[in-house]
């Protein structure tokens, strides 16, 4: 799926601690979709303000590749409104706010720039719907370890089945965002030393609707952007499909068969999406 605050796809979101420097810097090669300059929970309170001043400098600096968003620290804490301004006056992409529980949080955001409210508390995720639908709104991300935390649920206990106590959650999260237009982000995988358990969650992930992964590791930039992207094989095969639908539009028919399963308008349009994500990703890097 592809970025609403530009043209490329967003199959990767690489949060950047604001008050790691030099990992800011390296951020600017790497081949994430979009960049997330942390300012919450990466950043002990000490050093929120020494944060703030990096994230500025580099934001002003410019010379980003892709948008550049900046996580703020949630309502009610000492350093949203400073977050705020800094990220509004020095030109960021679109704004993160953690913790959102309500509508109310992300219209009292909504200042003209994308967006993005994290679901990571229980109400959060009852009221996402509501969320999703503020027109400020460009798309929900998940925060498992929060989330994990409120419900009290231990997701790792369960590797074999693959974060069954937060199915429910997650694909409530989709549900809000596509109802609305919006696109919904998957959580991160926190063992950066684990990459068949990341490639598994990202297959999840895709399979349950997201439309790509937030990353904590420049390791899981590659796989991410793979497993939510498109295939040259993929792009073959959406191409011949529509192929074949076209030639039976041409007949009048409105259904199809292509390699003996059934071909409708929505599989037509699912094919369209994913020529649409392929070609925006052949406008990237190589990995
Ligand atoms: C997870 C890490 C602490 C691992 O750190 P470390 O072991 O030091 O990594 P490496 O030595 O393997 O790093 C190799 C080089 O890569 C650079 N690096 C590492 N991470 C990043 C990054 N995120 N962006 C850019 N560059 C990065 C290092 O600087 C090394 O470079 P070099 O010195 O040139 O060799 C660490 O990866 C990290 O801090 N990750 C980000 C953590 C973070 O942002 N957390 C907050 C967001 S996630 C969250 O809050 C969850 C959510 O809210 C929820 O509730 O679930
Ligand atoms: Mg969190």
């Known amino acids: 799926m592809t970025n609403p605050s530009g043209s490329g796809p967003l199959r990767s979101m690489l949060y950047v601690p604001g008050d790691k420097p030099r990992a800011i810097e390296k951020a600017r090669a790497l081949n994430a979709d979009a960049v ?30 892709v948008p550049v968003l900046v996580r703020v620290n949630g309502l009610g804490t000492p350093w ?8 509004l006056l020095s030109g960021a992409s679109g704004l993160v706010l953690p913790k959102v529980e309500d509508a109310c949080a992300a219209h009292e955001l909504s200042l003209g720039r994308p967006l993005w409210a994290m679901i990571e508390t229980p109400l959060g995720v009852l009221n996402a719907p509501a969320i999703a639908a503020v027109p400020g709104v460009a798309g929900l991300l998940v925060g498992a370890n929060d989330l994990a935390r409120a419900l009290r649920t231990r997701p790792q206990a369960h590797e074999q089945s693959q974060r069954l106590p937060l199915l429910y959650a997650l694909s409530a999260v989709v549900l809000a965002a596509r109802a609305h237009g919006k696109l919904p982000l998957d959580a991160v995988f926190n063992d950066v030393r684990d990459p068949a358990g990341f490639a598994s969650e ?8 997201f439309a790509g992964k937030t990353v904590i590791h420049p390791d899981q930039i590659a796989p991410a952007n793979a ?35 059934l071909v409708e308008g929505m599989h037509a349009d699912e094919a369209r999406e994913m020529l649409t994500l392929w070609e925006a990703g052949q406008d990237q890097p190589a990995e």
Request: net charge negative; proline share 1%; hydrophobic share 40%.
């Open 80 to 87: 949203e409104h400073d977050d705020r301004e800094m990220a």
């Open 36 to 65: 997330i300059l942390d300012l919450e929970d990466a950043v002990a309170p000490e050093h929120k303000a020494q944060a703030r001043e990096n994230v500025r400098s580099a934001l002003l600096a410019g010379g980003w590749r």
């Open 227 to 261: 497993a939510f992207g498109v295939t040259a094989e993929q792009a073959q095969q959406a191409c011949a499909l529509l192929e074949v639908w076209e030639a039976g539009r041409a007949e009048g028919r409105s259904v199809v068969t292509h390699g003996g399963a």
């Open 202 to 209: 990202c297959e999840q992930g895709r399979a349950l609707g």
